[in-house]
Every structure is written in C-alpha cells, then in structure tokens.
C-alpha cells in the first residue's frame, strides 16, 4: 500500500515505523521544518544538548515509549536522574517526591486528613476499574473520598491548574490514570528529545521512509478511481492516510467527514499552553529544586516552574541555568497575544519568590512558546465522545492525544495511539 502520514510528531513517526517494517511505502508531511511535534526542542550553538519548548519527561512506567527505544536499540541513550519536586504550603516549599515526604507535607494536616490521603492512593493505584470513575468528576469524589482538606490543598489546585474554568467538569478517570501510571523517576534521553526525534527520523529514512518538511496539507478528499487524494500543493493520491494533527486541524482537513464525525471532532475541549524558556546566568532555586507545583490562588502568574538544569547537569548547556515557567491556558487568553517582553515583564516578579537574590540581569536569554492543543479536557463519560481511530471515510485514521484517554497526554501514549492506528491500517 502507499500510505501517508499528517505529521511527524512521536506518533507519527511510530506508526511508520511498523507500516514500513510490513513493507508499504510511507510518506511523512510535516509542516514544520523539524521532525517532532510537540516533543521538539531547540539548541543555542554553545549546548551540547537541546532543550524542549515544552517540558518533557518519561516516567517509568511508559512501556510504549521504551518498547520502541528497545527496538531501535536505543537503551544506553536514556538516563534516570533523581530531581526533586516541590509543593507549596504557607509561603514554603516542601518535597514532594515519596510516599514519606508526602505523609510529612505539613499541607495535609495531621491524622484523619493523612490516612485518607494515603488509602485514596491506594485504592487508585490498585483499582483497574476506570470507566466507573469517570461517571464522577476529579471535584466530587475526591472531595467525598479525600475529604475537604486534602482536596483543597492538594487536588483542587493540580484541576484548576490544568483546567482552568472547567476544573469541575473532569472525570475522576483522568485523575485515576495520572495517580496509576505516573512514577517520581523520571526519564529523559542523552541530548535532550529533539535528540531522539532526529536519530528516529534518520533511521525512518534509512529504511525508506520519505519525510517531507515544510510542506503544509490543506486537504484530503477521497477521489473517484484515485483514492484519498492529499493536496499539499500538488495533488497526490494514497490508498490509506494517517492523520495525527489535533480534533479541529482534521476537521478542517477532512470536510468530507460525515456530520457526526466532525461534529465529534469539534465537541472535544482542550486547554492550549504557554511556557517561557529562559536561560538564566545563576542557578535560580540553590536547594536544587526541579518542580515547583504552584497554586494560582496565591497570586502566581503560570502553574509551574521547573529548572531543568536542577534535572540535568548545566554542564550540557554550556553553563546557562535553564528554568521554565508554563500554564495551561485557554484559546485566546491574553498570554496568547503578549509580546515576550511584556510576558517576561508579567512572571519576572514571581522569580524572587523562588530565590530572594534573583534580578533581571541573571537573564541571558528569553523564548516563548505557544500552541492551542496541549491538554485534552475529559468531561463525565467521556469515553463516549471519543473518535475512533478509523474513521468513516474509506481508508482514512486518525490518532490523536485526545483519544489516549484515560491516559494523559505524552509521548508515551503518542507512541502507543500511533502504532495502534498503524495496526488497524495493517489488517
């Protein structure tokens, strides 16, 4: 078969990988001019390795993503450094990383608040049951199970955090799904995942993958006689195609759809995020802190900060101290149209909170990065509304983060959705 694929994102790439592995002709459109997707980064010509534009890690337990590193053998590439989270209490951080510094988090209170705190993860770590939790939303059960206190301090500020306005309305499922498969080990490869994308793309071409970069899709229509005909500028036409872009791209892709599947596409709420990337000149938090998990309440300006050379040696970027500062926002918030300038104006305050010695002259150099589809938002039963994979239209698939549910979105299930599109193409 000839086979195409809308973007070379992780899933992207995956799912070529098998096509082309049982021996069809596969062509990647990309439109950016780097291989990627959201996991992409970026390099200063003094670095060693690239940093991502928007914070990546592996857990542990990301068997897809390790299955594959396996197979390309790979596995000497990835590094496990111990970094160390934070939580926020009354003006103070405290680790946050183990079952023991949690139960000594001074946030959770004493006794009955503890216990309850600890059987709840329990129980979500050992119940497979999650098609019952997402009947409920994250808001009322963990209030009724956890208790007003533990939900107030702990899981209320993680929703509104990620969810903004719709915090209330997230199934119980996706929070069951970060708790089951998120581990305080985290993963990351040797040169940063930029890295990895490049030696996967190499590798797709070496074994005749063609990628194309720079070239934008504008639709895909089956043809009398033809097929699915793609134009990207010329027309050109395929017996099967992959789509791995977000809901609304396919949508506007794919206008053949029919109205159930479209409308389908387009019920699907996201979050889009905003993270500022700045290399700093001095390492910002001295007790060595990775990840800051902050409450809004509290007058921060973004969910989170992390500094990555507090993850990984400063050593690999040429000395400069890298931290970031990212939200998850809602399409047209104003951080949307901010110049750099004036979003660096906004956070800068906030960095003395992390370090009191903190000034504007530690900071050599600023990026912003921006995207519309960041965090898929799951509302009750959303199980129900999710698309599949195969769609209507002859021949046509599409993969997206918004159908790993319940899992969150990453590389990891990016790689896992990609390559079960590339079996259902197969059969």
């Known amino acids: 078969m000839k086979i195409a694929i809308i973007g070379a994102g992780f899933g992207g790439m995956a799912a070529a990988w098998d096509l082309k592995k049982a021996g069809h002709e596969v062509t990647i459109f990309e439109s950016a001019d780097y291989v990627g997707g959201l996991a992409s980064g970026f390099k200063e010509p003094h670095w060693d390795w690239s940093v991502e534009k928007f914070y990546h890690h592996w857990f542990q337990t990301d068997k897809s993503m390790f299955d594959l590193i396996h197979e390309l053998g790979w596995e000497d590439h990835v590094l496990f450094p111990r970094p160390l989270t934070v939580m926020y209490h009354k003006g103070k951080f405290y680790p946050f990383d183990s079952i023991l510094k949690a139960l000594l988090f001074p946030g959770l209170g004493f006794g009955l608040d503890k216990i309850r705190f600890g059987f ?138 029919p109205e159930n599947y479209l409308s389908g596409l387009l019920g699907l709420k996201s979050m889009g995020a905003v993270v500022m990337v700045l290399s700093l000149k001095q390492q910002l938090s001295e007790q060595g802190y990775y990840w800051f998990s902050l409450p809004k309440e509290e007058g921060y300006p973004f969910l989170a900060l992390v500094e990555h050379t507090n993850f990984l040696s400063s050593d690999h970027f040429g000395g400069d101290h890298i931290v970031y500062a990212g939200d998850y926002l809602e399409a047209g918030h104003e951080y949307f149209s901010m110049s750099n300038d004036e979003l660096l104006e906004r956070f800068l305050p906030t960095f003395k909170k992390f370090n009191p010695k903190f000034n504007k002259d530690w900071v050599k150099k600023v990026w912003v990065f921006r995207t519309n589809y960041a965090q898929p938002i799951p509302l009750v039963n959303h199980s129900k509304n999710i698309p599949p994979i195969e769609t209507p239209m002859e021949g046509l698939y599409f993969a997206s983060m918004s159908q790993v549910y319940p899992w969150d979105r990453g590389t990891n299930y990016a790689v896992e959705i990609g390559r079960r599109a590339a079996r259902l193409i197969l059969q």
Request: one cysteine or more; glycine letters at 8%; a positive charge.
């Open 120 to 257: 709840v993860g329990l129980f979500l770590r050992l119940t497979n049951n999650w098609k019952a939790l997402e009947k409920t939303t994250a808001d009322s059960w963990m209030m009724k199970w956890a208790g007003k206190n533990v939900y107030e301090k702990m899981w209320k500020p993680l929703l509104i955090g990620k969810f903004g306005p719709y915090y209330q309305d997230v199934n119980m499922a996706w929070m069951w799904a970060r708790i089951k498969a998120r581990t305080t080990r985290l993963g990351t490869f040797q040169g940063g995942f930029q890295r990895f994308a490049d030696m996967f793309a190499e590798k797709l071409r070496e074994s005749g993958v063609e990628i194309r970069l720079k070239v934008q899709v504008k639709s895909i229509k089956r043809e009398p006689n033809k097929g699915l005909v793609i134009d990207a500028g010329e027309k050109e036409a395929f017996d099967k195609v992959l789509v791995t872009t977000s809901p609304n791209l396919m949508a506007k892709l794919c206008p053949d759809l």
